[in-house]
């Protein structure tokens, strides 16, 4: 199992903290043969020098390691792939905002394509004009430039959504986690819907990280209440960073 806490200290270096409690400072502190070495507090490594901060045990620097950690990892990866679709669904609907003048003149200018690229797609075993790209084209091409920009303003906005998401998971924000669980939940009725019309690895992959997602934030993020709720879920960070000095002396 990777060690969190240790990667997270490669990438922004060791925390350490003298505390001016004897007895917790002298659990932090160990002699090396190169001098005084002291206690990550994040991944419990003995780091040589003078440690970086000192006061009260209370007030020693609280980084988020263990369950925490691996949380925050889990929400920023989340945030990541909210990030790249959000900016997916922006491109699309600014495009067809854009371009939407221009829509019908290019989908028949396509459409009167088909008949001279039939023989070249007939290659790969790909019947064009009978492909979902014709019927597409035949859908789209009756729909007027206005009806494309409110297209394009809705699919805008819900990547406006997506990016607003990932913010608020990045940040590790409840109101991120909710915002995530219910504008990823009202997708999951459509997706199943969109899987029974035409299945396809990729639409199956996304649906498995959505419904893991949803289930993740609301079981172990403890969301609407379930396992105690934000009460136990704040009762539970409490502990860890009261006891974060004592629990980094302990380890070992
Ligand atoms: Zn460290």
Redesign the pocket.
């Known amino acids: 199992m990777i060690d969190w806490?240790?990667v997270s200290?490669g990438l922004r270096g060791?925390?350490t903290y003298r505390p001016d409690e004897a007895e917790y400072a002298d659990r932090l502190r160990a002699t090396a043969a190169a001098g005084e070495v002291w206690r990550?507090l994040?991944?419990?490594?003995y780091?040589p020098g003078e440690p970086a901060g000192a006061g009260p045990a209370d007030l020693a620097p609280t980084p988020t390691r263990g369950r925490a950690l691996r949380q925050l990892i889990i929400l920023r990866l989340l945030a990541v792939l909210r990030g790249v679709e959000g900016s997916l669904w922006l491109i699309v609907g600014i495009t067809a905002i854009v371009v939407r003048a221009r829509v019908p003149e290019f989908l028949a200018a396509l459409k009167q394509a088909f008949p001279a690229l039939e023989p070249a797609t007939q290659t790969i075993g790909w019947n064009i004009e009978r492909s979902w790209l014709a019927r597409s084209v035949d859908r789209w091409g009756e729909v007027s430039p206005d009806t494309i920009a409110l297209f394009g303003l809705a699919i805008a906005t819900l990547g406006a959504v997506k990016w607003l998401e990932a913010v608020g998971l990045w940040l590790a924000k409840r109101w991120g986690e909710y915002l995530s669980v219910i504008a990823t939940g009202a997708f999951i009725p459509l997706e199943i819907w969109e899987m029974i019309e035409h299945v396809t690895v990729f639409k199956v992959v996304i649906f498995a990280i959505n419904l893991a997602a949803v289930a993740w934030l609301i079981v172990v993020k403890r969301l609407f209440g379930v396992r105690g709720g934000r009460a136990a879920e704040e009762a539970e960070n409490e502990e860890v960073s009261l006891l974060t000095v004592e629990k980094a002396a302990e380890v070992g």
């Open positions: 806490g240790l200290c060791h925390i990550c994040r991944c419990g490594d780091v």
